[in-house]
């Protein structure tokens, strides 16, 4: 699923775009998580995964960055701090935001057909 239809089936907001044709990627995972260890040690195929938290700090940043990661999404509508926004500015990744819970977004996403890290979807 492109990213730009991922972004609009959960009214998310930019908070920074740095590659307006990273939305035009076809993304097929999602990993969620606030422990930035987990995405670490789990994520392996980071080019089609969607991370989305709700941990705002620059360790999420760095974690995407490290992962190449191309798109987060902060749930519960958080707002970034200005010390992470200049962070982001020398990423290559695109950040949104959405007033739902991860609850809602990992419901939503799976709906709409993105599987999890491993591939698995239930029936």
Same mark, same amino acid.
């Given at each position: 699923?492109?990213? =730009?239809?991922?972004? =609009?089936?959960?009214?998310?907001?930019?908070?920074?775009?740095?590659?307006?044709?990273?939305?035009?990627?076809?993304?097929?995972? !999602?990993?969620?998580?606030?422990?930035?260890?987990?995405?670490?040690?789990? !994520?392996?195929?980071?080019?089609?995964?969607?991370? !989305?938290?709700?941990?705002?700090?620059?360790?999420?940043?760095?974690?995407?960055?490290?992962?190449?990661?191309?798109?987060?999404?902060? !749930?519960?509508?958080?707002?970034?701090?200005?010390?992470?926004?200049?962070?982001?500015?020398?990423?290559?990744?695109?950040?949104?935001? %959405?007033?739902? %819970?991860?609850?809602?977004?990992?419901?939503?996403?799976?709906?709409?057909?993105?599987?999890?890290?491993?591939? =698995?979807?239930?029936?």
């Amino acid at each position: 699923m492109l990213g =730009r239809d991922i972004v =609009r089936a959960l009214n998310a907001q930019p908070v920074e775009i740095r590659c307006e044709e990273l939305l035009d990627t076809d993304y097929d995972k !999602v990993f969620a998580s606030d422990l930035m260890s987990d995405v670490l040690a789990m !994520v392996q195929d980071s080019a089609s995964t969607i991370l !989305v938290t709700g941990l705002c700090n620059a360790q999420a940043l760095r974690t995407a960055e490290m992962l190449d990661l191309e798109l987060i999404i902060f !749930v519960r509508g958080k707002s970034l701090p200005k010390e992470m926004l200049n962070i982001a500015i020398g990423t290559n990744f695109n950040i949104f935001t %959405t007033d739902c %819970t991860m609850y809602e977004v990992c419901g939503l996403l799976y709906e709409m057909g993105l599987g999890s890290i491993y591939g =698995r979807r239930f029936t």
